[in-house]
């Protein structure tokens, strides 16, 4: 039997704030409901639902899936909950794509949820169990330090400034001031406002880092004979890809992410894109830190290796540019509760390619936009391509 087309017909998001007042079940329902409402649908038409979030002691719940599974919508429905870290806000789509691709569901609902403030300020005390207990945990390691290693890798192989560095920054925090769900978005930043912010591990400082936040996401997914009765504007899922690379990040070269580009090349080959370049209108790559973004338009095979800084020196990657990043805002303006972060992306990609994207949506009629997550043990890379 071949793939059925799956096309995405709805979508809702609740504001990324830090310490939400609303349960993260709560914050789940709110989502999900804004997602129905918005294509005219009710809970009795979802057939499955499936749940991303992070593990479960970001939302400080034990069984966080099961916890979670009414807020979702899941009441006495096939429901599954799936979590790649910082990749699964890009991977619970997928899971929702290939229930309907396969045929086994005409209508699923995807949520995607964290309640980072839970452990405000941060998450690093359930980080700090997941390195190998005998040649890692001993240092005491935290994500921040592992990120600015490989920051620091990235600007000594390709001569990367750190200013450079932080147009990225800048330009995704103008991009989230037009975004109403925003967390941090800021349309007077400069670069010398990220050079002078808080040194946390050299070379990452403050506003290269995305801000621990909370909020929910939920997409509706639908059969192509479902979708083109909802909507005239259906929103294809043409491409989706996944890979795995090696949890030993000692072992990996921290320079460029392959784990991202096996990812992308499956997703781009399901697409029939041959240049990405060229066929890909908008990017949302996943931006954690400023440099993660460059890393990832590189591993995306969206610029040469050491160069996707030049897209946002040239103008490429400005919203009016001829590939906008991160119109969203990415996760270091709207904010970054994780899952929930990486489904935006996804969600953001709707309205863009359906022009209601409001004051930031990309000018030309955009076709084809491409959303990509990476976490775990900075090994996952997950891709989605969508096309109108």
Same mark, same amino acid.
């Given at each position: ?11 809702? %998001? ?28 009710? %809970?009795?038409? *979802?057939?499955?639902?499936? %749940? ?22 899941? @009441?006495?429905?096939?429901?599954? /909950? ?14 929702? @794509? ?19 403030? !839970?452990?405000?300020?941060?998450? &690093? ?25 490989? %920051? ?16 990225? !920054?800048? &330009?995704?925090?103008?991009?989230a ?5 925003a ?6 930043l ?10 946390? #591990? ?10 621990? !936040?909370?909020? #929910? ?20 899922i043409e ?5 795995l ?8 070269d ?27 209108? *908008?990017?949302?790559p ?21 160069? #996707?800084?030049?897209?946002y ?14 119109? !969203?805002g ?21 309205? &863009? ?6 004051? /930031? ?17 900075? &090994? ?9």
């Amino acid at each position: 039997m071949s793939m059925r087309k799956v096309a995405v017909v709805g979508a809702g %998001m609740t504001k990324f704030v830090r310490r939400a007042q609303e349960t993260a079940k709560e914050l789940s329902w709110q989502a999900t409901h804004m997602a129905l409402e918005s294509c005219e649908m009710t %809970m009795d038409d *979802i057939e499955g639902v499936c %749940m991303g979030t992070a593990p479960d002691s970001f939302d400080g719940v034990h069984m966080n899936g099961e916890y979670l599974s009414d807020g979702a919508g899941a @009441w006495r429905k096939p429901y599954m /909950r799936s979590y790649v870290g910082g990749g699964t806000g890009v991977f619970v789509p997928i899971q929702g @794509w290939y229930h309907i691709a396969s045929g086994l569901f005409d209508v699923v609902l995807v949520v995607a949820e964290e309640k980072m403030s !839970s452990y405000y300020p941060h998450a &690093q005390a359930a980080f700090l169990t997941i390195f190998d207990h005998t040649t890692e945990r001993a240092l005491k390691p935290n994500l921040l330090w592992i990120f600015a290693m490989e %920051m620091n890798r990235y600007m000594t192989t390709y001569g990367v400034s750190k200013e450079d560095i932080a147009r990225v !920054s800048v &330009q995704h925090k103008h991009n989230a001031a037009k975004h109403p769900c925003a967390l941090l978005g800021d349309a007077d930043l400069t670069v010398e406002d990220v050079l002078n912010s808080e040194m946390l #591990a050299w070379p990452v400082q403050r506003y290269d880092v995305s801000p621990v !936040s909370d909020g #929910a996401v939920a997409i509706v997914l639908a059969a192509e004979h479902v979708a083109k009765r909802i909507t005239d504007k259906p929103v294809w899922i043409e491409g989706v890809g996944w890979n795995l690379d090696t949890a030993y990040w000692t072992n990996r070269d921290l320079v460029y992410p392959r784990y991202v580009e096996y990812a992308a090349r499956q997703a781009y080959e399901m697409a029939g894109i041959t240049e990405p370049r060229k066929q890909i209108h *908008i990017a949302e790559p996943y931006d954690p830190f400023d440099y993660k973004a460059l890393h990832h338009l590189e591993g995306l095979q969206l610029a040469d290796r050491g160069k #996707a800084v030049e897209l946002y020196l040239d103008g490429t990657a400005a919203l009016d540019g001829n590939m906008p990043v991160c119109p !969203s805002g990415g996760l270091l303006g709207t904010g970054n509760p994780i899952a929930a972060a990486g489904l935006m992306k996804i969600a953001e990609l709707f309205w &863009q390619l359906r022009g209601e994207a409001g004051e /930031r949506q990309v000018a030309g009629s955009p076709k084809r936009g491409l959303a990509q997550a990476w976490g775990d043990l900075m &090994q996952v890379g997950t891709v989605v391509i969508m096309g109108n």
